[in-house]
């Protein structure tokens, strides 16, 4: 059974730094990809980064580029998102998703093609 479980949320100011973790059980990780995603308040959840276990290449969304880093840890099944220099639009709930499968490219953006999720930790950006 995949578990995926979040941590690290909180409110921060704009300007500030927090990093989320995100602690997986159970998951096949030889061809498997981790991610997070976020859903902002009457909005649709929307893709912000991932990071692949196997060669560990990742792939961020436009509007966090540059300001958040993925990374892993294999060792401890953990994934990683650092968000610096926050903005009171990166206010959300964010959520960890993982997939057994290699998805390509234009696949892993996609919430739909991930099968296990999180429950999703709150971040709350004051400005």
């Known amino acids: 059974q995949v578990q995926l479980v979040e941590s690290g949320g909180g409110t921060m100011q704009a300007g500030g730094s927090l990093r989320l973790s995100c602690a997986a059980s159970g998951l096949s990780r030889s061809n498997g990809i981790m991610a997070w995603f976020r859903q902002a308040l009457k909005k649709e959840r929307e893709f912000v980064a991932a990071?692949?276990?196997?060669?560990?290449?990742?792939h961020y969304a436009d509007a966090v580029n540059g300001r958040f880093t993925i990374s892993r840890d294999s060792a401890k099944n953990t994934v990683y998102l650092l968000m610096n220099s926050l903005k009171a639009e990166d206010t959300a709930v964010y959520y960890c998703?993982?997939?057994?499968?290699?998805?390509?490219?234009?696949?892993?953006?996609?919430?739909?093609?991930?099968?296990?999720w999180g429950q999703g930790t709150q971040v709350t950006v004051s400005s």
């Open positions: 990071i692949r276990w196997g060669g560990g290449s990742t």
């Open positions: 998703a993982a997939d057994s499968s290699r998805l390509i490219v234009s696949a892993l953006r996609e919430a739909a093609n991930y099968d296990y």
